[in-house]
């Protein structure tokens, strides 16, 4: 799509008052002496989330035991309860939905189930820029299943070092390969890539399928009746709202609920034969069968809360928002900070990337020290990009014209010379 915007704090505070989901800006809490840019990593806490954490709190407090049957039953089966409010985000079925671990430990469960090599099918495509935790996983299920990470995984090279093209991942679709795992967006250059085409060209050659979804749910609206993939994995703590570590999600098409899960634990278990103790697994029939361990409640709470804000807001609505709001700080880069050795990384194209922007500069990382001494939150990744997420739910055009800004005096004024080279653990 083309944009027509204009440069001033004036126009800025004109979208802003035309902006229809910026009601819902005061139900998260907000600093207001800082501008929050890294909701793509953690976002921000809701009212909505603490009053759901502090039910389930006063449940417990009350309940004890007992809060298993309290309200119906709903926090014994709470995955269920997540999932139905979860489900027009992905547009599947909510009985092809769980809610679980982390996940990194669902991609274990998802590779566990439907990696089965066999002498003619046993390599495994990843791609060279995603995120370790999901290479390393890849790899040590290679290893339980008896073959050398060097024999059977396949990285797809990125050309740019940026982004990773649709024909390059088709082109090693050969007869040997069994499984492959891709990013929905690349984490660090929000390069959104072609699901449905990918998932296609995979199952036109009898190979299975799962996406993370990391870096696009609750920014990107998801198609999975029509792109069909075998499985999925994401979190719930950044575009999701959903706090710190919070409970992580798994997709399983409903075409593989007679599959035997990988990874048994007694959450997976029918209703009706859990408590029977059999050490006979009665696997449930659908997805929650690949559930493992006793819900993590406290986790799950400020999702529930958090789902009914998107419910509320619909996911259309707010891609509509991310894209527009996103394009604006484009926008500004590309007319105030080029001058000054700043570029945009991530792809132009609306249907090709994400919800955050991936800002590069030679000196990015001590930028972004500079920037947080500036009141400004923003996230970086190796080796030099500056990722920059204005959520559609709480983040404003006046906040990301300010934003600019900033980073135009920290460049202009040569402040991040000030700043040692030196990394620290976590930015």
Not at 146 to 151: C, Q
Not at 214 to 230: E, N
Not at 246 to 272: P, Q, V
Request: aromatic content about 12%.
């Amino acid at each position: 799509m083309i944009y027509d915007f204009k440069d001033g704090l004036e126009y800025a505070k004109s979208l802003d008052k035309h902006d229809k989901l910026s009601h819902l800006r005061q139900r998260f809490y907000v600093n207001e002496d800082e501008i929050y840019m890294d909701g793509n990593s953690l976002g921000l806490s809701s009212r909505d989330a603490e009053d759901a954490l502090d039910k389930m709190f006063q449940v417990w407090k009350k309940e004890a035991i007992r809060i298993w049957g309290a309200d119906e039953g709903q926090y014994f089966n709470y995955s269920k309860k997540l999932a139905k409010k979860f489900k027009n985000l992905i547009n599947a079925d909510d009985e092809e939905i769980i809610f679980m671990g982390s996940i990194t430990t669902n991609i274990h469960q998802a590779l566990s189930t439907f990696y089965k090599p066999t002498n003619e099918r046993y390599k495994i495509i990843v791609d060279e820029l995603n995120f370790p935790s999901d290479i390393y996983a890849t790899k040590s299920i290679i290893e339980l299943k008896g073959y050398k990470v060097e024999d059977a995984l396949i990285e797809i090279n990125s050309r740019d070092g940026r982004t990773i093209q649709e024909e390059d991942i088709i082109a090693e679709m050969k007869d040997d390969v069994a499984l492959i795992l891709l990013p929905s967006v690349l984490y660090r250059s929000s390069q959104l890539l072609d699901m449905k085409k990918v998932t296609r060209e995979a199952h036109e050659r009898g190979i299975l399928i799962g996406w993370d979804l990391a870096h696009s749910i609750g920014s990107v609206p998801h198609d999975f009746k029509g792109i069909d993939p075998d499985f999925a994995v994401w979190c719930t703590y950044k575009y999701l709202n959903g706090g710190p570590g919070a409970t992580a999600g798994m997709y399983i098409n409903k075409k593989h609920f007679g599959k035997s899960a990988g990874l048994k634990g007694w959450f997976g278990s029918k209703d009706e034969s859990q408590f029977l103790m059999s050490h006979e697994f009665d696997q449930d029939r659908d997805a929650n069968g690949w559930l493992l361990g006793t819900h993590n409640l406290f986790s799950m709470a400020p999702i529930d809360g958090s789902l009914d804000i998107f419910n509320e807001a619909g996911i259309k609505s707010i891609r509509e928002k991310s894209l527009h709001i996103t394009a604006y700080l484009m926008y500004l880069i590309d007319n105030k900070l080029t001058k000054y050795g700043y570029s945009v990384g991530n792809p132009r194209e609306d249907s090709r990337r994400g919800g955050h922007v991936a800002l590069e500069h030679e000196e990015a990382y001590r930028i972004s020290l500079a920037l947080r001494d500036n009141k400004v939150i923003p996230d970086y990744r190796e080796p030099n990009v500056i990722r920059l997420a204005p959520i559609a739910l709480y983040n404003t055009y006046e906040e990301v014209f300010i934003l600019v800004g900033i980073l135009e005096n920290i460049v202009n004024n040569k402040e991040y010379e000030k700043y040692s080279l030196e990394r620290v653990t976590v930015l």
